[in-house]
């Protein structure tokens, strides 16, 4: 008897231990995290990821992604969130140019895509109960239904003549959340990789777009989303004797792109998100192309892995793997289809050559701008002026692979370039590529409020770096960028007005900075000194 109360005296006591740790190393620390003031230290990527700034909203993805609803009056104060004092700036309060008269300024006429999307949806039910009837399997799941306040419909909706987004959409917010929550009932190959029907010459130095390893992933709202892979760590730099035809294409680059385009109040970026996707349950269980579930494998280290087409039948090294299963990746969210919204895809004027030793025009002719300003619709329109846009963009992400560029046909030659494909971005920190900036310092040229909002973010109260780094808090992947990443932003950010700056003193301010939408003022040689 003895020894029985002895075992239970042992047993209370090491309970006892256990509450006593788990109170001390996991309660009480989160209780301090919610008692000690919410402050922010500058330059900590990492600080205040759980708790927002006390200025802030209680949800952190209100305050990251609902930019406008800044209060009009709301001043940075210290330990305050830089990015809602920036959203909050009467810059991004200007009414946009031309202002939106009617049903002609909106992408789509809804009545029209919501009756396309309905026959959509339809097909898409039909042709999942065919695929079920053949292979017997019983499904208990409805048929899809379209929704219309689905957050894909609004977006889709929302396009504008100004961008793809409104700055005081809330529905970019919810498609970022969804997208990152939803699960995925149907998962398959892009259009140009099916293109391929798996043919792959692996003598070509540029290859297709097959070896990067993308999918279309639809999700149970039945919104798209394009699924980029993790290919590269975070901190590892692309080597400097790689061509930027053959870097990696990094996901992360993908959404913090989508940060930084809307940070420059450009919303030419279609809303991405980062996701960690179960490749088995999410990629492999629900997608019905065959030969995208016989690339799947398991790893000599027991992580599901699977290969693009082309590399499979090439090279084995461009399998990616999950962790077992989980694989970090970024979700862009489709654009409305070319049958409904048509889109022209363009040569970029500073395209690259994409062999090893060829140059193109621009790269030997430093007064080339004065050619491509007698070129239509670069003598006229404001499309030149979208173009620099685009370069500094570029610039700032270190973006050598801007080829092409698409508008939607219905804005016409004034319409914005829709900023796709950025995932060669963010590669070399240590680098900066100026040829990308080759369109700003020979035309010498720049939109006004470009400029106004290039220069806000060089001053210490909206540092580019720091709005930057809160913005990305938010991800599911943070951090998406690292530190040295971050720090590059500011100084190419510096690079760039000071390239501006060059020109103002070369030709004159009248000159070089554009006030209108459509100025084309600039000096017959945009070179500077």
Same mark, same amino acid.
């Given at each position: 008897?003895?020894?029985?109360?002895?075992?239970? =005296? %042992?047993?209370? =006591?090491?309970?006892?231990?256990?509450?006593?740790?788990? =109170? +001390?190393?996991? =309660?009480?620390?989160?209780?301090?995290?919610?008692?000690? &003031?919410?402050?922010?230290?500058?330059?900590?990527?990492?600080? /205040?990821?759980?708790?927002p700034p006390a200025a802030a909203s209680r949800d952190p993805r209100t305050r990251a992604h609902n930019f406008s609803r800044a209060g009009p009056g709301a001043e940075l104060e210290s330990g305050g969130s830089k990015l809602q004092a920036l959203f909050a700036h009467p810059l991004y309060k200007v009414p946009e140019e031309p202002p939106l008269l009617g049903p002609e300024d909106s992408l789509l006429a809804s009545q029209e895509a919501l009756r396309y999307y309905r026959r959509k949806v339809a097909r898409w039910n039909r042709r999942h109960k065919m695929y079920k009837e053949q292979l017997n399997l019983t499904s208990l799941d409805p048929p899809l239904q379209l929704r219309l306040e689905a957050s894909w419909v609004q977006f889709h909706l929302g396009i504008n003549r100004h961008g793809l987004y409104p700055r005081s959409s809330p529905f970019v917010s919810k498609l970022l959340h969804d997208m990152r929550h939803f699960p995925t009932i149907s998962a398959d190959y892009s259009q140009d990789e099916k293109a391929l029907l798996g043919a792959c010459d692996c003598t070509q130095i540029v290859k297709p777009?097959?070896?990067?390893?993308? %999918?279309?992933?639809?999700?149970?709202?039945?919104?798209?989303?394009?699924?980029?892979?993790? *290919?590269?760590?975070?901190?590892?730099?692309?080597?400097?004797?790689?061509? +930027?035809?053959?870097?990696?294409? *990094?996901? !992360?680059?993908?959404?913090?792109?989508?940060?930084?385009?809307?940070?420059?109040?450009?919303?030419?970026?279609?809303?991405?998100?980062?996701?960690?996707?179960?490749?088995?349950?999410?990629?492999?269980?629900?997608?019905?192309?065959?030969?995208?579930?016989?690339?799947?494998?398991?790893?000599?280290?027991?992580?599901?892995?699977?290969?693009?087409?082309?590399?499979?039948?090439?090279?084995?090294? +461009?399998?990616?793997?999950? !962790?077992?299963?989980?694989?970090?990746?970024?979700?862009?969210?489709?654009?409305?289809?070319?049958?409904?919204?048509? *889109?022209? /895809?363009?040569?970029? &004027?500073?395209?690259? /050559?994409?062999?090893?030793?060829?140059?193109?025009?621009?790269?030997?002719?430093?007064?080339?701008?004065?050619?491509?300003?007698?070129?239509?619709?670069? !003598?006229?329109?404001?499309?030149?002026?979208?173009?620099?846009?685009?370069?500094?963009?570029?610039?700032?992400?270190?973006?050598?692979?801007?080829?092409? +560029?698409?508008?939607?046909?219905?804005?016409?030659?004034?319409?914005? %370039?829709?900023?796709?494909?950025?995932?060669?971005?963010? @590669?070399?920190?240590?680098?900066?590529?100026?040829?990308?900036?080759?369109?700003?310092?020979?035309?010498?040229?720049?939109?006004?409020?470009?400029?106004?909002?290039?220069?806000? %973010?060089?001053?210490?109260?909206? *540092?580019?770096?720091?709005?930057?780094?809160?913005?990305?808090?938010?991800?599911?992947?943070?951090?998406?960028?690292?530190?040295?990443?971050?720090?590059?932003?500011?100084?190419?950010?510096?690079?760039?007005?000071?390239?501006?700056? @060059?020109?103002?003193?070369?030709?004159?301010?009248?000159?070089?900075?554009?006030?209108?939408?459509?100025?084309?003022?600039?000096?017959? /040689?945009?070179?500077?000194?």
């Amino acid at each position: 008897m003895p020894g029985l109360r002895r075992d239970r =005296l %042992l047993t209370l =006591l090491a309970l006892g231990a256990l509450f006593s740790a788990d =109170l +001390y190393f996991h =309660l009480w620390p989160r209780v301090q995290r919610q008692l000690r &003031p919410r402050e922010r230290p500058p330059g900590c990527p990492c600080s /205040s990821r759980a708790s927002p700034p006390a200025a802030a909203s209680r949800d952190p993805r209100t305050r990251a992604h609902n930019f406008s609803r800044a209060g009009p009056g709301a001043e940075l104060e210290s330990g305050g969130s830089k990015l809602q004092a920036l959203f909050a700036h009467p810059l991004y309060k200007v009414p946009e140019e031309p202002p939106l008269l009617g049903p002609e300024d909106s992408l789509l006429a809804s009545q029209e895509a919501l009756r396309y999307y309905r026959r959509k949806v339809a097909r898409w039910n039909r042709r999942h109960k065919m695929y079920k009837e053949q292979l017997n399997l019983t499904s208990l799941d409805p048929p899809l239904q379209l929704r219309l306040e689905a957050s894909w419909v609004q977006f889709h909706l929302g396009i504008n003549r100004h961008g793809l987004y409104p700055r005081s959409s809330p529905f970019v917010s919810k498609l970022l959340h969804d997208m990152r929550h939803f699960p995925t009932i149907s998962a398959d190959y892009s259009q140009d990789e099916k293109a391929l029907l798996g043919a792959c010459d692996c003598t070509q130095i540029v290859k297709p777009s097959g070896v990067h390893l993308k %999918l279309v992933l639809r999700f149970s709202d039945f919104g798209k989303a394009m699924f980029k892979p993790m *290919r590269q760590q975070r901190d590892e730099e692309t080597p400097p004797d790689f061509f +930027y035809f053959i870097d990696f294409q *990094r996901h !992360n680059a993908e959404v913090a792109a989508f940060h930084l385009d809307r940070i420059l109040d450009f919303r030419r970026v279609p809303p991405t998100v980062g996701r960690l996707v179960n490749v088995t349950k999410e990629i492999l269980e629900v997608t019905k192309n065959e030969i995208l579930q016989s690339v799947f494998f398991v790893s000599p280290a027991s992580n599901v892995c699977f290969f693009a087409k082309c590399p499979y039948m090439c090279k084995t090294e +461009y399998a990616v793997c999950g !962790n077992p299963h989980l694989l970090e990746g970024s979700l862009s969210a489709f654009l409305p289809s070319l049958n409904l919204a048509p *889109r022209l /895809s363009v040569p970029n &004027p500073w395209i690259r /050559s994409y062999t090893l030793a060829g140059k193109e025009e621009w790269e030997l002719n430093p007064l080339y701008c004065d050619t491509v300003k007698q070129i239509y619709p670069y !003598n006229s329109s404001s499309r030149l002026l979208n173009i620099i846009d685009m370069a500094i963009f570029d610039f700032l992400i270190g973006n050598m692979d801007r080829h092409h +560029y698409e508008m939607f046909t219905k804005f016409g030659d004034d319409g914005f %370039l829709i900023h796709l494909d950025n995932a060669r971005g963010f @590669g070399r920190h240590s680098h900066d590529e100026l040829s990308i900036l080759s369109p700003l310092s020979q035309c010498c040229m720049i939109k006004k409020k470009t400029l106004l909002h290039l220069q806000l %973010l060089a001053q210490a109260d909206y *540092r580019l770096s720091d709005v930057m780094r809160e913005s990305l808090l938010e991800d599911q992947l943070t951090p998406v960028l690292t530190e040295p990443h971050l720090l590059a932003l500011d100084r190419r950010l510096r690079i760039i007005l000071k390239t501006v700056e @060059g020109c103002v003193e070369a030709h004159g301010e009248q000159s070089v900075i554009a006030d209108g939408p459509a100025q084309q003022s600039a000096p017959d /040689s945009g070179q500077t000194g």
